[in-house]
């Protein structure tokens, strides 16, 4: 076997970053070979394509489905297999669950070799559409050419006018959407009315390779429990006429919104954030719930992407946290303070640990609208220790330590603090369940015990998944 070797598969389990697995005989042994296969799922009949090999196992394309899986389901969406937002969307959401819930157990049984804790069943969402409160689309001036396009021989239209979404693994070009099934209907409709607005005057998309142009990014952020609404338009300089009129029309087309920005990028980056903004209409800012508590969402703020689903996420955090009123707690990697906050009112106080400015800038107006007083910020940096900062402020040490890192996991810098801290209980809340078994491993080899595991489904058709883990000092 080799690259570019064609296999005829049977597809029998459901891989981490939703990868269908296949089983072969390997020549003269008694082992197993396993192929990867992307857009495959268990109960598939398959030809695919060997794309990459290594000595255990091998990724192939899929080239066509002989036989279709029983889970198999239409897609509701008709970009999808060539836009890269949902990689599952013709998979029944039961079944996605399913496997997610095995992928993260085999993870900490199988991968990380660990027994002995509670498993708790998988969260599911409540929506499975039109669950997400932000979505960020790109301007290209390469319009993503699709294969019914090509194949029709037909002269192509408007290729250097693109807002949609990138294609995976393809950064200089955008495939133009009209519709998309994550975020509101709204947020379609917006989207569809910016492409004409600037389509019919000419306006320029700012390119990569030259450096010119004015339009980046249009980004939408709807609040779910108030009903407000922002457009946030990136653009690579300031026109203040053209932007008036954009601002006006939006107004009058869609007086549902409830704030319109203009952020100024002015760096070569492809980046969704301005330099700075200008606020056109509206106070800048939605505001929106979670559980009961209120927070403040600016245009380049964090906030978790699944309201509803962040609220359950942050109860099971509470609840694995068995936290009393006199606990001292470390929130680390605090972001906007949505976690501090929400758990701020069961406990004595709260040290949030975060590094950019601005994200505790939008944490303390958060702490205002909730009217938090037990709560204080250390400034630091999670790539470097933050042990010395917390032991020069004389912050008492920590009953239970929250962390919710990147995806990378934590630095081995701070799994040493907490460690050196020793806090009674560590609850660790991850969007990466490899990452997150690396440094729970690490904690188990320095007097930790893992008691309670439970994924949540914050982002249905796609292989990403939360997951709250437990652990206790022994």
Same mark, same amino acid.
């Given at each position: 076997?080799? #690259?570019?070797?064609?296999? =005829?598969?049977?597809?029998?389990?459901?891989?981490?970053?939703?990868?269908?697995?296949?089983?072969?005989?390997?020549?003269?042994?008694?082992?197993?070979? %396993?192929?990867?296969?992307?857009?495959?799922?268990?109960?598939?009949?398959?030809?695919?394509?060997? @794309?990459?090999? #290594?000595?255990?196992?091998?990724?192939?394309?899929?080239?066509?489905?002989?036989?279709?899986?029983?889970?198999?389901?239409?897609?509701?969406?008709?970009?999808?297999?060539?836009?890269?937002?949902?990689?599952?969307?013709?998979?029944?959401?039961? %079944?996605?669950?399913?496997?997610?819930?095995?992928?993260?157990?085999?993870?900490?049984? @199988?991968?990380?070799?660990?027994?002995?804790?509670?498993?708790?069943?998988?969260?599911?969402?409540?929506?499975?559409?039109?669950? @997400?409160?932000?979505?960020?689309?790109?301007?290209?001036?390469?319009?993503?050419?699709?294969?019914?396009?090509?194949?029709?021989?037909?002269?192509?239209?408007?290729?250097?006018?693109?807002?949609?979404?990138?294609?995976?693994?393809?950064?200089?070009?955008?495939?133009?959407?009209?519709?998309?099934?994550?975020?509101?209907?709204?947020?379609?409709?917006?989207?569809?009315?910016?492409?004409?607005?600037?389509?019919?005057?000419?306006?320029?998309?700012?390119?990569?390779?030259?450096?010119?142009?004015?339009?980046?990014?249009?980004?939408?952020?709807?609040?779910?429990?108030?009903?407000?609404?922002?457009?946030?338009?990136?653009?690579?300089?300031?026109?203040?006429?053209?932007?008036?009129?954009?601002?006006?029309?939006?107004?009058?087309?869609?007086?549902?919104?409830?704030?319109?920005?203009?952020?100024?990028?002015?760096?070569?980056?492809?980046?969704?954030?301005?330099?700075?903004?200008?606020?056109?209409?509206?106070?800048?800012?939605?505001?929106?719930?979670?559980?009961?508590?209120?927070?403040?969402?600016?245009?380049?703020?964090?906030?978790?992407?699944?309201?509803?689903?962040?609220?359950?996420?942050?109860?099971?955090? %509470?609840?694995?946290?068995?936290?009393?009123?006199?606990?001292?707690?470390?929130?680390?990697?605090?972001?906007?303070?949505?976690?501090?906050?929400?758990?701020?009112?069961?406990?004595?106080?709260?040290?949030?640990?975060?590094?950019?400015?601005?994200?505790?800038?939008?944490?303390?107006?958060?702490?205002?609208?909730?009217?938090?007083?037990?709560?204080?910020?250390?400034?630091?940096?999670?790539? #470097?220790?933050?042990?010395?900062?917390?032991?020069?402020?004389?912050?008492?040490?920590?009953?239970?330590?929250?962390?919710?890192? +990147?995806?990378?996991?934590?630095?081995?810098?701070?799994?040493?603090?907490?460690?050196?801290?020793? +806090?009674?209980?560590?609850?660790?809340?991850?969007?990466? +369940?490899?990452?997150?078994?690396?440094?729970?491993? =690490?904690?188990? =080899?320095?007097?930790?015990?893992?008691?309670?595991?439970?994924?949540?489904?914050?982002?249905?058709?796609?292989?990403?998944?939360?997951?709250?883990?437990?652990?206790? #000092?022994?």
């Amino acid at each position: 076997m080799k #690259k570019g070797t064609k296999l =005829e598969l049977k597809i029998e389990d459901y891989a981490f970053e939703g990868k269908g697995l296949a089983r072969i005989d390997q020549e003269g042994t008694d082992k197993k070979f %396993v192929v990867f296969v992307q857009g495959a799922y268990p109960g598939d009949k398959v030809n695919a394509q060997i @794309r990459k090999k #290594k000595k255990s196992y091998a990724e192939a394309k899929l080239i066509e489905v002989l036989k279709p899986s029983e889970y198999r389901v239409e897609a509701k969406c008709g970009y999808f297999g060539t836009c890269g937002g949902c990689k599952a969307q013709d998979l029944d959401y039961g %079944v996605q669950v399913q496997y997610k819930e095995k992928q993260v157990r085999d993870i900490f049984e @199988r991968m990380g070799g660990l027994d002995g804790f509670e498993f708790f069943p998988i969260v599911p969402s409540e929506k499975i559409y039109f669950y @997400r409160n932000k979505m960020e689309f790109s301007f290209a001036d390469r319009r993503w050419i699709t294969e019914e396009e090509v194949a029709s021989g037909e002269e192509i239209p408007d290729r250097d006018f693109a807002l949609g979404l990138h294609i995976p693994r393809i950064y200089d070009k955008v495939l133009d959407i009209k519709e998309c099934f994550l975020q509101s209907e709204i947020s379609n409709d917006i989207l569809n009315f910016t492409r004409d607005f600037f389509k019919s005057r000419d306006v320029k998309i700012y390119s990569t390779k030259t450096h010119e142009g004015y339009l980046r990014n249009l980004v939408i952020k709807t609040a779910h429990h108030t009903g407000e609404l922002m457009v946030n338009l990136v653009t690579a300089s300031e026109d203040t006429d053209l932007i008036s009129q954009y601002g006006a029309e939006l107004k009058k087309n869609f007086p549902q919104i409830t704030t319109f920005i203009n952020n100024i990028n002015l760096r070569k980056a492809q980046v969704a954030v301005g330099d700075y903004e200008n606020v056109i209409f509206g106070p800048g800012f939605i505001y929106d719930y979670i559980g009961k508590k209120k927070y403040r969402v600016s245009a380049n703020s964090f906030f978790q992407t699944n309201t509803l689903q962040a609220e359950k996420l942050y109860d099971i955090a %509470v609840e694995f946290g068995e936290f009393h009123p006199d606990d001292i707690v470390y929130d680390l990697y605090s972001g906007a303070g949505t976690i501090a906050i929400y758990l701020s009112d069961k406990v004595k106080e709260v040290y949030a640990v975060e590094a950019v400015e601005a994200a505790v800038a939008d944490a303390k107006i958060n702490m205002e609208l909730n009217n938090v007083h037990n709560m204080q910020f250390i400034k630091a940096d999670l790539n #470097k220790s933050f042990y010395p900062i917390a032991e020069k402020h004389s912050f008492p040490k920590p009953d239970v330590i929250v962390a919710d890192p +990147p995806r990378s996991g934590m630095n081995p810098k701070t799994v040493a603090d907490i460690i050196k801290l020793g +806090p009674d209980r560590i609850v660790y809340v991850s969007c990466n +369940p490899t990452t997150q078994i690396r440094d729970i491993k =690490e904690f188990i =080899e320095n007097g930790y015990e893992l008691l309670k595991v439970r994924p949540v489904d914050m982002f249905p058709h796609t292989y990403h998944i939360e997951n709250v883990a437990l652990l206790k #000092k022994r």
